[in-house]
Every structure is written in C-alpha cells, then in structure tokens.
C-alpha cells in the first residue's frame, strides 16, 4: 500500500493525514517496538526508548517526535474546525496551513 499511496508523492493537492503520515508512521515505530522487544504503548515514549537504545540518534528522535505531534495536532485541529472526524486537508487552501 505505501507505493500505492506515494506513487505521486506531494503532487497531490488532497493529504489523507492518517492514510498518508499517521498509519505509516505509527507502522514503522511498532515495528520496530516488536523487533527491539520494547513494552512502550505511547509512540512519543517509544521513540525517546528507540533513542537511549540507541537505534534513532537524538536529532532522528526528536525529529519524529516533532512529526508524530504537528500531525497529530494538525488532524485534531481540522476536527474541531470541520465539527466531525475528518482526515482530508486540501494543501492549496490557505486555513490549511
């Protein structure tokens, strides 16, 4: 499915926030919490634990943590903005930013 969903990646002008950024991420670091036997059900705690194992370096670390939360936050925004649970953001509309 990712090469599905990035086949055109940012030529898009609708990001499906959860499609696109918030399951691929959270895939990627429980696969990796599984493969490193980590027991951190919090996707921030599990990255700092990813980083003092040393497999992100602190720049990676915090840079994914820096991600996971301005999507998470985008995705709550346009909730409260759009009055229900919606993931679609067009990236030409300017309140998008």
């Given at each position: 499915t990712y090469e599905?969903?990035?086949c055109h990646p940012f030529k898009e002008k609708?990001?499906?926030l959860k499609k696109n950024y918030t399951e691929l991420l959270h895939?990627?670091?429980n696969d990796l919490s599984l493969y490193f036997g980590m027991e951190e059900a919090?996707?921030?705690?599990?990255?700092?634990?990813?980083?003092?194992?040393?497999?992100?370096?602190?720049?990676?670390?915090?840079?994914?943590?820096?991600?996971?939360a301005a999507i998470y936050l985008k995705r709550v925004d346009l909730h409260f903005t759009c009055?229900?649970?919606?993931?679609?953001?067009?990236?030409e509309d300017p309140l998008s930013e």
């Open positions: 599905q969903i990035w609708i990001i499906d895939h990627l670091l919090n996707t921030l705690d599990l990255i700092g634990a990813l980083v003092k194992k040393e497999i992100f370096t602190a720049e990676s670390g915090f840079l994914l943590q820096e991600a996971v009055g229900e649970q919606k993931e679609e953001v067009n990236i």
